[in-house]
């Protein structure tokens, strides 16, 4: 007779993870904390390319830019650096960017939190195994371990778990080469700040690497194949940031495509669609990112996919396929990294019973890491235009705040949406420094249907730039909403 260990274990969901970035390390932690047999399969580490060549390596970057713009601009309010010099007479310093010594910390972060997190797992009791998996059936992923892939593992399972993130697209007329013409995952092999960076597209990423890289005093030319830097982005924020580009010394060319990108002796030459060309000592490509979905049985296991190759899931994670879950960028959801750990929980949440709460997208809340940043949840302006929402939107400019004024803050603003007839907040754009831990608040209306005089009666802090919340909040109390 089995004793009630041997059959408790017998008992237990047996959890397969395919792919273990934030939405994957998730899963696994959530289902091993219920209790199931967990396995996460994993081919370049616990974290994935998020934390390894991502998310974590460009968001230390951008703080180091940060911290360049915080010491350049000090003199501003009133600090001011000297050296003695010769005869006795002062030298103004001036700031250098050692970027081998910072992409060699922002790296050795990156492995940290990777093994940071590996350990967590396996204090969990998670199984973890290196190689490349691929689905064999709904129930089974196979993983090519050991020297060339010449070793296989079978992992069994009742629930399958697929986050297998995306990778940097690539165009065939501008072919990456890790030197000259690089993807955002290769920018870390940079011994010296680039004499002038080519930034090919205005999305989030090349915006952010632009503002970064600027910030670290590079030159920079950032080419947009739309009007506005940040397309579907808010145009207030868009504008916002345009304005500091160009402020700071950066060539935005709008409207102006890409047509390739060539190396040269010592640098790369991008040629555009209308015949221009632009010289420069680097290119970075942000094009956007491809699923990496191909190849790994998906197709044969009955998993549907969009014709752009996502998985395609619903609001808890799940795919066509009853057992098979997916989260992160190679889902049809949302691209961001904060989301795809949601999804990992929820689709664990879901598969083993526990209490679920579908994710409703208009209450995500995401930040672009420019300088300032830009923070968003809920509806947009876009929206009211085009009808999907109706509401009233206010926007207060951050140089009016008191604590703007004295950390020096020009640019940036706080607006929010509230929905006629009831004044519920129902979107919100924040740009400013920091603007990620701004939006919190603003979130939490989002999601506990707060109206305007609700949010108003919070008390704020005297000075502080959280009390621009309030005060946009308290102006929208007289607002017609009827």
């Known amino acids: 007779m089995e004793s009630m260990s041997q059959t408790s274990f017998a008992n237990r969901q047996r959890v397969a993870v395919l792919g273990g970035g934030p939405g994957g390390y998730e899963a696994a932690l959530a289902a091993a904390q219920l209790g199931a047999e967990v396995t996460l399969v994993e081919r370049v580490g616990v974290g994935g390319s998020a934390v390894l060549t991502d998310v974590v390596p460009s968001k230390s970057l951008i703080a180091t830019a940060d911290a360049a713009v915080a010491i350049s601009e000090a003199s501003d309010l009133g ?159 868009a504008q916002v940031l345009e304005k500091v580009f160009k402020r700071g010394g950066m060539q935005v060319l709008s409207k102006s495509r890409a047509a390739g990108v060539e190396r040269t002796a010592d640098g790369v030459i991008v040629t555009l669609s209308d015949g221009r060309t632009v010289e420069g000592s680097h290119c970075l490509m942000a094009v956007g990112s491809l699923p990496n979905t191909r190849g790994i049985g998906l197709e044969e296991a009955g998993v549907e996919l969009t014709e752009s190759g996502h998985i395609r899931v619903n609001r808890v994670a799940r795919t066509s396929v009853s057992n098979i879950y997916a989260a992160g960028d190679c889902t049809n959801f949302f691209p961001l990294a904060s989301v795809a750990s949601m999804q990992g929980r929820t689709a664990v949440f879901h598969a083993l019973g526990d209490i679920v709460i579908p994710l409703e997208q208009r209450k995500i809340t995401a930040n672009i890491f420019t300088a300032p940043e830009i923070a968003t949840v809920g509806f947009s302006e876009q929206d009211m235009s085009s009808g999907a929402a109706d509401g009233v939107a206010y926007k207060l400019p951050l140089a009016a705040n008191p604590r703007a004024k004295m950390m020096g803050i020009k640019d940036g603003f706080v607006k929010v949406i509230a929905r006629k007839g009831s004044g519920t907040v129902i979107g919100a754009v924040v740009v400013a420094p920091k603007a990620s831990e701004l939006i919190f608040p603003l979130a939490v209306a989002v999601e506990r249907r707060l109206n305007v005089d609700q949010v108003s009666r919070v008390f704020a802090a005297y000075p502080s730039l959280s009390s621009s919340i309030t005060d946009a909040t308290r102006a929208m109390h007289l607002v017609n909403f009827g």
């Open 79 to 237: 600090v001011q650096f000297y050296a003695k010099g010769a005869h006795g007479k002062p030298l103004k310093p001036e700031i250098a960017i050692n970027l081998a010594a910072v992409n060699k910390r922002l790296l050795a972060l990156a492995g940290q939190q990777s093994e940071d997190m590996r350990a967590t797992l396996l204090e969990a009791g998670v199984r973890i195994l290196s190689g490349h998996g691929r689905l064999e059936g709904p129930n089974a992923i196979v993983v090519a371990t050991g020297p060339g892939g010449t070793d296989f593992d079978r992992v069994e399972a009742d629930t399958v778990v697929v986050s297998v993130g995306a990778s940097p697209r690539e165009l065939d007329s501008a072919k990456p080469d890790g030197q000259r013409i690089l993807t955002w995952t290769q920018l870390y092999d940079m011994k010296a700040l680039p004499e002038h960076l080519i930034v090919v597209g205005s999305g989030v990423t090349g915006a952010e690497f632009a503002s970064a890289y600027m910030n670290l005093g590079a030159k920079v030319t950032l080419v947009s194949s739309r009007e506005q830097v940040l397309p579907g982005e808010d145009v207030d924020a």
